[in-house]
Each structure stands twice: as C-alpha cells, then as structure tokens.
C-alpha cells in the first residue's frame, strides 16, 4: 500500500491510497466467508458452494464492494499512523477505483491553538451607576402594582396601563411567540429580549390589530434567529388603565417593612438595583475576557469543525419548534415552511463563535490543570434537583447517567475555567490611587 500527503491546509490534510491486489485478498476471502453462508447456490448447499462459482453467480464486483467497507476502515488507521496525523473524527473517503483498490482520504485534524497572553490581559469592566431615571421606574411600578384600575376602551395605549393581547412572532414562518391572551403590564421590563416590541403596542386600542417586523438582537436567546428580521402580529383583547396612589411617606410605609419616607424607600431601590447590576456585570464582563482572548489568540481548526456545532445549534432549533407546536402533524407543517438553507446561513455565525469558546476555554483548561472532583459533580447534581418536587428521583436517576454526568461535568469545567480566567485578568486591572 502506498499512501501520499497531497497537501494540508485550513487543519485539514488530504491523501491519495493505491494498494496492491494482493493486500484486498484477506478482505475477499472474509467477503467470500460471510457471503456463502446467506446465498443460495443452485447445486450447493448453503455454506457450501466453492469461491469462483459464487463470485459468478452473485458477481465478482459484490465480492469486492464487501471487502472494500472492511478493508478501507483498517488501511485508513494504518496510513493516518504512518503520517502521524490526530485526526478529530472518521476520515471523509472516497472510492477512485476498485481494482486495484485506490481511494483518497480528507482528514480533519486536531485544532491547533496558541493562546494569547491572558496572565498579562487587562479587560476593563463597563461603569456600574443607578441613575434617578431608574429609580423612578421602580417607583412607578411600585404605584401601579398598589393601584387600582378602570377599563379603557377609545384612548391609545399608554405605558404603564394593563393590556389583554395576543402576541405572534414568526422567523421564516417559524413561530417564536405564541402569546394568546397574555396579559402584561406595558412597562420598561416588558419583552426587553425584544426591542421595540412595546413602542410598537404603544398608541394601540382595544380591538385594533397590526403586522410589523422587527430585528431580533444577536443575544436573543434562540440563537439560530438571532439577529434575524421577525414578523409580529398583535391584536389588543382589553387595556385597563391605572388609578396610581399619591407617593408620601405613607406610601412608603405600605410598600417597604421597616421603611419610614420616601427617601429611604430611594436609597433601598438604589441599592438593590446595585445589586442586580452587579451580578448582571459578572456575566458581561466574563463575555468581554473570553472574547478578547480569542482576538488575542491564534486558532487554527478544521471548518468542518463550525459545520458539527451548526449541526447542533439546528437539532436545538427544531426542539425548541416541536416544543411550541400542539402536536407532530403542525410541527411537520412548521418544518416544510422552514428553509434548511437559511437555518444553516443564519445559524453560521453563532455556531463559530460557541467553537471558538470551546477552544479557547479548552486550552485554558488544560494549561492550567483545571479538574472537576466526582464530588462537586455530585453537588451539583444535588444543586439541580432541589427544585425538581415530585420528579426528584427519576431526574436524579437520570442525571447520574454516564453521558448526563459527563454533561454536568463539563458546565462545571466550563465554569471552573471561566472563573480562574476571570481572576487571572482582574489582578492585572490597575489600582485606583
């Protein structure tokens, strides 16, 4: 057998396999053992029919076809040893010619990575400040919760009034909303994953329908649509307004245990809006680390690599489809409406970049001897379940499972890693003098 490395290039390396005669033979004499003994032979009995006569009889090509899906598995270990290539999955084979046996391999190899300097790395963290303008929201939220309502039926809808609604939003005909009947309060927090959903019900009036698109943010939790443009239909059922109490002292009291005026009510809201922008600021400023380290960082991997993780943004997709269709019959209909081909257009860039993630993070992993114990498993595990109610054994059943538990293994890797990185990059952040 002869093997040649015509070229490597983007991780992948591609070969050309031309063997002798004489190395197919064990295969076809295999070929010939399994064949005879599931082929009847006129004048033979079954098993028992010589070589030659069943090669003419089922064809000399059907001998071959079979020893060729043994032999090519075997001679492909033996040439990605020869070169020493690390391949990452199965080689791509194709067949150029049966006799003599010749075929060409693609072998997708193991990334390569040279991580940036992240023990010098210096991230900045985004201003973490309470305006008044926010305090004054909760505020006004704290009125309407405390407030009383009276059915509006001519004026447009105004923020802070209570609205009856049914809410569709559709990528490609594909839902992603399905509110019927949803009743909101039109306030700051209503659909924020959705910008611009309430300017657009703002103005509005009971019994009113209208169709708008929007653009979905590139942070939308359905990443294969994210960023992508949405269709919305909205018909307004009710809208009640709102009778809001006078802000005092006495409100305050009401609304807050312990709370004595106004301005101490402020001063509770500011800190713990603080708080929330504070845990809010760990998660944004662990995305600023790990995406400036892949800027910083040389990665080289196999772009078949980006097609596996698309393969699997799109499998989450369609669970998240089958989940909000009533049954099989609509969620079959829902898929022939979605094109595959803009799934795997939109999904692309989203798919690179939880690759990259994974790399990176890898890297770090391995580079700084991050371990998971078998007991933070446990704990972790113990950690899910503590609001699972009635289901608690079988999800604990089920997350002990070896692929579940390699699962819960890995977030808690991803996390372990995350965090050393985060730290790492903080002790370089200059003092304040």
């Given at each position: 057998m002869k093997s040649t490395l015509d070229k490597t290039e983007n991780r992948m390396s591609y070969l050309t396999v031309v063997t002798e005669a004489s190395e197919l033979e064990e295969y076809m004499e295999k070929a010939y053992q399994r064949l005879v003994k599931r082929t009847e032979v006129p004048g033979f009995r079954k098993g028992n029919a010589p070589r030659d006569i069943l090669e003419k009889h089922v064809g000399r090509e059907k001998l071959i076809e079979d020893a060729i899906k043994e032999a090519v598995p075997v001679m492909c270990n033996s040439v990605i040893k020869e070169h020493n290539l690390e391949p990452i999955m199965q080689p791509m084979v194709k067949i150029v010619q049966n006799e003599p046996l010749k075929f060409e391999m693609i072998v997708a190899l193991k990334p390569q990575i040279e991580l940036g300097d992240y023990k010098t790395m210096v991230v900045e963290a985004d201003p973490l400040e309470v305006s008044d303008k926010e305090i004054n929201e909760v505020l006004d939220s704290l009125r309407r919760q405390y407030g009383g309502s009276f059915e509006i039926s001519d004026r447009p809808i105004m923020m802070g009034d209570r609205v009856t609604a049914d809410i569709i939003g559709e990528v490609y005909e594909s839902p992603i909303i399905r509110n019927r009947g949803a009743n909101f309060e039109l306030n700051s927090e209503f659909a924020k994953e959705i910008p611009g959903l309430a300017d657009k019900i703002i103005g509005m009036k009971k019994g009113e329908e209208q169709k708008f698109k929007l653009t979905l943010p590139d942070n939308y939790e359905n990443k294969i649509?994210?960023?992508?443009?949405?269709?919305?239909?909205?018909?307004?059922?009710?809208?009640?307004?709102?009778?809001?109490?006078?802000?005092?002292?006495?409100?305050?009291?009401?609304?807050?245990?312990?709370?004595?005026?106004?301005?101490?009510?402020?001063?509770?809201?500011?800190?713990?809006?603080?708080?929330?922008?504070?845990?809010?600021?760990?998660?944004?400023?662990?995305?600023?680390?790990?995406?400036?380290?892949?800027?910083?960082?040389?990665?080289?991997?196999?772009?078949?690599?980006?097609?596996?993780?698309?393969?699997?943004?799109?499998?989450?997709?369609?669970?998240?489809?089958?989940?909000?269709?009533?049954?099989?019959?609509?969620?079959?209909?829902?898929?022939?409406?979605?094109?595959?081909?803009?799934?795997?257009?939109?999904?692309?860039?989203?798919?690179?970049?939880?690759?990259?993630?994974?790399?990176?993070?890898?890297?770090?992993?391995?580079?700084?001897?991050?371990?998971?114990?078998?007991?933070?498993?446990?704990?972790?595990?113990?950690?899910?379940?503590?609001?699972?109610?009635?289901?608690?054994?079988?999800?604990?059943?089920?997350?002990?499972?070896?692929?579940?538990?390699?699962?819960?293994?890995y977030i808690l890797s991803v996390k372990k890693t995350i965090k050393h990185l985060v730290d790492k990059v903080k002790a370089n952040q200059p003092s304040e003098s």
């Open positions: 649509v994210a960023g992508k443009e949405a269709h919305f239909t909205v018909t307004i059922k009710d809208v009640q307004g709102m009778d809001l109490p006078e802000m005092n002292d006495e409100f305050a009291k009401k609304v807050a245990p312990g709370i004595e005026s106004v301005d101490a009510l402020k001063e509770r809201i500011r800190t713990n809006l603080q708080n929330e922008k504070e845990r809010n600021a760990v998660s944004n400023y662990e995305e600023k680390v790990v995406e400036k380290l892949i800027e910083s960082s040389k990665l080289e991997y196999p772009p078949v690599m980006v097609d596996m993780e698309l393969q699997g943004l799109i499998q989450e997709y369609k669970r998240q489809l089958q989940a909000s269709c009533r049954d099989e019959k609509e969620f079959e209909e829902r898929m022939k409406q979605v094109p595959e081909a803009k799934l795997r257009e939109n999904g692309k860039p989203m798919a690179k970049k939880r690759l990259l993630w994974s790399l990176v993070l890898s890297e770090v992993t391995r580079a700084e001897n991050i371990t998971v114990s078998a007991e933070e498993v446990d704990q972790e595990i113990e950690e899910l379940l503590k609001d699972a109610g009635q289901n608690k054994e079988e999800m604990r059943k089920y997350l002990q499972e070896n692929n579940s538990r390699q699962e819960v293994e």
